[in-house]
């Protein structure tokens, strides 16, 4: 629903919005308290009560305990949440905090213990208030980084995570039309300065954007090309998804009882198209690695390896052994194979 940018969201606007999430049995809300949070809950509060019977709503607050303000502002969020007939929970990040990559570590404590937190509620997802706006922040910030496709297709309206659902609703909604939604309602929020903080990639990458607005490039138009090559990352999903079974369906060989892996027929692999050689070795890799998410980068090193091994092999028997995030990949009597890598010797 993209609208005027300074139109507050209407009741009506509310339920088109939310309408996806109204057979939930109970909803999580994210809400930090800042204005985008705040006008979550109280747009999902207010949606909420044109139901007889309806999703049960909990707002749940993050302290990552970086900031002093942090406990009275999940008060304040309580509070409002109290009037508007909404459960409220605190969630706190203990422990060691990193001295580097430290936004990208609260991020992911975050969504852990929202979903911890789903979990306990009986909650099958978690409502966030990414907006427009953070879209396009998010595709600058991965395309700085050299993202693919499904990098730059940035944030989906619905994924899976920690066997929850994330759903965020507001992804075609202007920051601005939540302010005016806030200021009509006359409710206030907390503001928080790391937002403006330029130590941080996102602030930095969010002062610049009215000066690409001015050749061109703004919001709207950023968040339109995640939603275009979201599109195209599905469609080449799908053909990654037809390629893998093709795979299985032309292999009658029967792995050894021992094997704990997938393996393929090397040639009709290299046949393929790269992007989706690319994905299905990536796809394997996560599948049975056991040290988290494979790097693009490094998958298409070992992409490119396959590449020469295929060439050099020309004619003969083609060897290969490479590890990357706990997936051991090898090529052996013209088959690739992915498995799990023996695990590392600890040290002392």
């Known amino acids: 629903m993209a609208t005027d940018d300074e139109t507050p969201i209407s009741a009506s606007d509310a339920k088109r919005l939310f309408a996806d999430w109204k057979a939930a049995p109970a909803i999580v809300l994210a809400v930090s308290g800042g204005p985008d949070s705040i006008a979550l809950m109280w747009l999902a509060a207010r949606w909420r009560r044109t139901f007889t019977r309806g999703p049960r709503l909990i707002a749940v607050t993050v302290d990552h305990g970086l900031r002093v303000e942090a406990a009275r502002e999940a008060r304040e969020v309580k509070r409002l949440a109290r009037s ?67 990098g730059l297709a940035a944030m989906a309206r619905e994924s899976e995570r ?46 610049l954007l009215p000066r690409l607005a001015a050749e061109g490039g703004d919001i709207s138009s950023l968040a339109r090309l995640a939603s275009r090559l979201a599109r195209a990352n ?12 093709y795979l299985a369906l032309r292999d009658r060989q029967t792995p050894p009882p021992d094997f704990a892996g997938m393996s393929f027929d090397f040639k009709a692999f290299a046949a393929m198209p790269e992007e989706i050689r690319l994905r ?19 998958v298409e090193a070992v992409l490119a390896a396959l590449d020469r091994t295929a060439a050099a092999g020309a004619g003969s028997r083609p060897k290969l052994k490479q590890t990357l995030a706990g997936a051991l990949v090898s090529v052996t009597g013209g088959r690739i194979c992915i498995e799990p890598a023996p695990l590392r010797r600890r040290r002392g």
Not at 129 to 140: I, K
Not at 164 to 189: E, N, Y
Not at 235 to 244: P, R, T
């Open 84 to 150: 508007l007939d909404v459960d409220h929970r605190t969630m706190r990040w203990s422990g060691t905090k990193p001295k580097t990559g430290l936004p990208a570590a609260a991020r992911a404590a975050r969504y852990r213990l929202l979903a911890e937190a789903a979990r306990a509620q009986g909650a099958t997802h978690i409502l966030t208030a990414h907006t427009r706006d953070d879209q396009a922040e998010t595709v600058l910030m991965r395309l700085l980084r050299g993202s693919g496709l499904a």
């Open 162 to 207: 920690d066997g929850v659902r994330l759903a965020r609703p507001f992804l075609d909604v202007s920051k601005s039309q939540l302010l005016a939604t806030l200021r009509k309602a006359r409710i206030g929020f907390a503001d928080d300065p790391t937002n403006r903080d330029v130590n941080f990639t996102r602030p930095r990458l969010r002062a």
């Open 234 to 245: 599905a469609a080449v999903e799908v053909l990654a998804d037809g390629a893998e079974r």
């Open 280 to 298: 299905l070795l990536l796809r394997a890799i996560n599948r049975f690695g056991h040290e988290g998410p494979a790097e693009l980068g490094k």
